[in-house]
């Protein structure tokens, strides 16, 4: 294959789970899409083969999660905006599935990052409890742990935000 077909390829199978993923974790799109151009390069530049598709998804998701999670120690010396200045986004119309959605992902956005990153990877990519513990670097149990644990505060975001589970 060659490289430019491997390239493409590469973006394709990719690039929006690389995305979402860095959002998860970073929260702007410009920070995302960074990301998402230094993990493809890596993955262009890694000579060594993969063991199968599975390993190479595995390969992107864990090598996303360390660099977003090196971009986040390196946020604490960057300056921030307090949350007075920032205008609040209009209420969505509680009827439209894509509002619910996004009000959703808004509130999966507000957990601590390792309740947030187990269910993003259960939630959003489908991974089995057994990938979301190899991907956060962590046992079965505590995978499932921080699933239950981060619904729990979920539930609570989403009541705070006026939506009981019914609503959903």
């Known amino acids: 294959m060659s490289a430019g077909h491997r390239a493409e390829r590469l973006v394709n199978d990719y690039?929006?789970?690389i995305k979402?993923?860095?959002y998860t974790y970073l929260g702007t799109a410009a920070d995302a899409e960074d990301v998402c151009q230094e993990v493809l390069l890596k993955l262009l530049d890694r000579a060594e083969p993969f063991a199968s598709p599975e390993h190479e998804r595995a390969w992107v998701v864990r090598v996303t999660a360390n660099r977003c999670k090196d971009l986040?120690?390196?946020r604490?010396?960057?300056p921030t905006l307090p949350l007075d200045e920032v205008s609040e986004p209009i209420a969505?119309?509680?009827g439209d599935d894509r509002a619910r959605a996004e009000l959703v992902l808004r509130a999966v956005m507000r957990l601590p990052l390792e309740y947030r990153e187990a269910i993003f990877l259960r939630y959003y990519?489908?991974?089995s409890i057994r990938d979301v513990a190899r991907a956060c670097g962590c046992g079965e149990d505590a995978a499932a742990q921080r699933l239950s644990r981060g619904r729990a505060k979920l539930?609570?975001?989403l009541?705070?935000?006026?939506y009981d589970e019914e609503g959903l």
Do not use: T
């Open 15 to 17: 690039a929006d789970l």
């Open 20 to 22: 979402r993923l860095s």
């Open 72 to 74: 986040l120690r390196c």
């Open 76 to 78: 604490s010396a960057r």
């Open 92 to 94: 969505p119309d509680p």
């Open 125 to 127: 990519e489908n991974y």
């Open 155 to 157: 539930r609570v975001l």
């Open 159 to 162: 009541k705070e935000a006026g």
